[in-house]
C-alpha cells in the first residue's frame, strides 16, 4: 500500500529526496520512485503532463522578483538547451521550465546555482517564492523599501530544515509598497509597508490567512504593529503555529486560511505571541489602497531620476532567444541594471537614464519586445494548462494570447485596465476569483451534441479596499467563441460605467444577474 503525503514526509522528507533524484539521475526515468515524485516539488519539480512520458517542469525561485543579466542569460541558456527554448513566468515572480529529463536536472540546480538562483521551495510543503513590490526601493509612493526584510525571511526559509514540513504550501509577501502590488489579500501571510501614526516609525502591518484555490478567502488583517527589525521573527512565530497547529488530517483543509477561519485572529495572534515570549503592540484602524490590480507595468520615472521600462508577455511565455535580448539591453543601456519579474508574468527593465531612454525602446520594438501595452496585456494572466499541467481541463496560454488580440482589435482605444485571468480549472492558479473578468475551464456540449472545451466566466473580482472574489455568470460559453461574450460585456461596460468608475466597482453597481441579462441577451 502506498504511503500519504504526510507518511512520505515524515519518514523520506521533502528536503532528503534530493539523493533520491541524484541517483535516478544516473540511471533514467526508469529508475525513478513514483511514489517519491511528489517530494521532488520540494526542488521546485514537478512531473508534466502526461506522468509517463518522463518529463518534468522545474520552477526556479526570484525572490521578490529581482534578477540580474548574468542570471537572465543563464535562465535563457538553460531553456535554449534543456526545455524547448520555452520559459514561463509565473503569478508568484517566479519562472518555469518544461520538458526537463531526470538525467538533466542536477545539472540545472548547478548552473543555477552558479549564478545564485535556487529552486529549493519552489513547490511543495514549505515556504514558496517570497514575492514583493516590483519596483522596491525605486518609487516616492512606497513607504520604505521592504527589500533587506525580504531578503532576510527567505534565507531563513529556504532549506531549512525546521520549516521543510509545513501541513500544506505556504505562500507569503513582503512589500512596502503603498499600492499593495504583491497582493497581500491573497497570501498566506503577508508584511505590508507602513508607517507608525504616532511615532512615523517603519514597520509593517501583519496579514494572515489568505489563498485562492476552490475554496478562497481574503487574509485577515492582525490589529498589531511590526517594527521592522522584528519583522524575521515574527514571521518565523507565525509559521511556527502553523506548522503545529495546522490540519494535517484533510490535504483540501491543510491550508493556513482555514485554521484562521477555525480560530479567529485573536486566538491566532495569542499563539504567535507566545512562541515570541512578548506582545506585540496593538493598532488598528488601517487603510487600504483604492488600486484593485497593479504591476508597474509601462514606463515608469523613478526616484532616482532614471526609468522602468515594462516588457510584456502574455500569459508569461517567453520564447528564446527574448530574455538574453533583455540582458543585453539592461548590459547596454542601464546605470545598475537588472530586471524585475512581475505577478502579472510580465518582466520590468529598472534603471534606464533618461537620455538612453527612447534609444532603448525603439531596439527593444526593433528586437520585437513588447513595450507598449494595452489595457488587456497589461494585467491579462494564464495558467499553464492541458500543455503540461496534470489538473487543468483546457489550454489557457495560446488562448490567452489570441483572446487579448482580439479584444486589443475590438477595442483600441479602450483606457481601462483590466485583470483577465485565464485559468484552466477551478484550482485557481491564474487567480480568477481575484480578476475583473476571469474566465475558468469547463466542458460544454455544443449543438451538435459534441463535448468541447469551454469557459465559465466570473465579473468583478478585486483586492485592496474592499476587497472581494469574482461572482459568476451563469452558463458556459464555448471556448472558440469567447471572445463574443467578452466583448458584449466591455462594450456594455464602456456604454453604462459612470465617469473613472474601475469594473469591479461597476459590477458592484449593477449586479451580474442584470449584466447577463442586459449584455448578454
Not at 497589461?378 to 492541458?386: F, R
Not at 480549472?425 to 469551454?454: H, R, T, W
Amino acid at each position: 500500500m502506498s504511503r500519504t503525503i504526510e507518511e512520505l514526509k515524515t519518514e523520506v522528507g521533502g528536503l532528503e529526496v534530493w539523493s533520491h533524484i541524484e541517483e535516478a539521475s544516473k540511471i533514467g526515468f526508469e529508475a525513478v520512485d513514483q511514489e517519491l515524485v511528489p517530494l521532488f516539488k520540494w526542488y521546485g519539480i514537478y512531473a508534466q503532463k502526461p506522468n509517463s512520458d518522463g518529463y518534468f517542469m522545474m520552477r526556479i525561485k526570484v525572490p521578490g522578483g529581482k534578477l540580474n543579466s548574468v542570471q537572465l542569460i543563464k535562465v535563457n541558456d538553460l531553456a535554449e538547451k534543456y526545455a524547448k527554448g520555452v520559459a514561463d513566468i509565473t503569478t508568484r515572480q517566479a519562472v518555469q521550465l518544461h520538458w526537463l529529463t531526470i538525467q538533466d536536472i542536477p545539472t540545472i540546480l548547478e548552473e543555477l546555482k552558479s549564478v545564485g538562483l535556487d529552486t529549493a521551495g519552489g513547490c511543495g510543503d514549505i515556504m514558496r517564492n517570497v514575492t514583493g513590490c516590483t519596483l522596491a526601493g525605486l518609487t516616492e509612493e512606497e513607504h520604505f523599501d521592504a527589500s533587506k526584510e525580504l531578503k532576510e525571511i527567505d534565507s531563513f526559509f529556504t532549506r531549512n530544515p525546521d520549516f521543510a514540513n509545513l501541513p500544506r504550501k505556504y505562500k507569503m509577501s513582503v512589500t512596502g509598497c503603498s499600492t499593495w502590488c504583491s497582493q497581500p489579500d491573497i497570501n498566506c501571510i503577508s508584511l505590508v509597508g507602513i508607517k507608525h501614526p504616532k511615532t512615523g516609525e517603519e514597520g509593517y502591518r501583519l496579514k494572515i490567512g489568505g489563498g485562492l484555490s476552490t475554496k478562497p478567502m481574503m487574509s485577515k488583517s492582525f490589529p498589531v504593529f511590526v517594527p521592522r527589525n522584528k519583522a524575521k521573527e515574527v514571521t518565523v512565530a507565525a509559521s511556527t503555529v502553523y506548522r503545529d497547529h495546522g490540519f494535517r488530517d484533510k490535504r483540501h483543509k491543510a491550508r493556513i486560511k482555514f485554521l484562521i477561519d477555525d480560530w479567529g485572529v485573536e486566538k491566532f495572534l495569542k499563539q504567535i505571541e507566545q512562541v515570541l515570549d512578548y506582545q506585540l503592540e496593538r493598532l488598528e484602524n488601517f487603510i487600504d489602497p483604492e488600486i484593485p490590480h497593479h504591476d508597474h507595468l509601462g514606463v515608469t520615472k523613478l526616484k532616482n531620476g532614471h526609468y522602468a521600462v515594462g516588457v510584456s508577455f502574455v500569459s508569461g511565455r517567453t520564447h528564446c532567444p527574448e530574455l538574453k535580448q533583455i540582458a543585453e539591453l539592461v548590459d547596454k543601456y542601464c546605470q545598475q541594471g537588472e530586471v524585475r519579474t512581475t505577478n502579472k508574468q510580465n518582466l520590468i527593465i529598472i534603471n534606464v537614464p533618461e537620455a538612453k531612454l527612447e534609444a532603448l525602446l525603439q531596439e527593444a520594438r526593433d528586437l520585437g519586445l513588447k513595450v507598449e501595452h494595452s489595457a488587456f496585456t497589461k494585467l491579462g494572466v494564464a495558467c499553464t494548462g492541458t500543455e503540461f499541467c496534470n489538473l487543468a481541463i483546457v489550454e489557457t496560454k495560446t488562448r490567452a494570447k489570441a483572446l487579448f488580440d482580439k479584444l486589443d482589435a475590438k477595442f483600441p482605444g479602450f483606457q481601462q485596465e483590466l485583470m483577465v485571468s485565464v485559468t484552466g480549472c477551478p484550482n485557481n492558479c491564474a487567480q480568477y476569483s481575484i480578476a475583473d473578468i476571469g474566465l475558468v475551464g469547463a466542458k460544454f456540449k455544443n449543438d451538435a451534441g459534441e463535448m468541447v472545451d469551454a469557459f465559465r466566466i466570473f465579473l468583478g473580482g478585486r483586492l485592496g479596499k474592499d476587497a472581494q472574489f469574482a461572482k459568476p455568470l451563469d452558463g458556459r460559453f464555448e471556448h472558440s467563441k469567447i471572445e463574443e461574450p467578452l466583448s458584449k460585456l466591455i462594450q456594455y461596460y464602456i456604454e453604462n460605467k459612470e465617469d473613472q468608475e474601475v469594473f469591479s466597482r461597476f459590477v458592484d453597481r449593477l449586479g451580474v444577474e442584470k449584466i447577463q441579462a442586459e449584455a448578454l441577451c
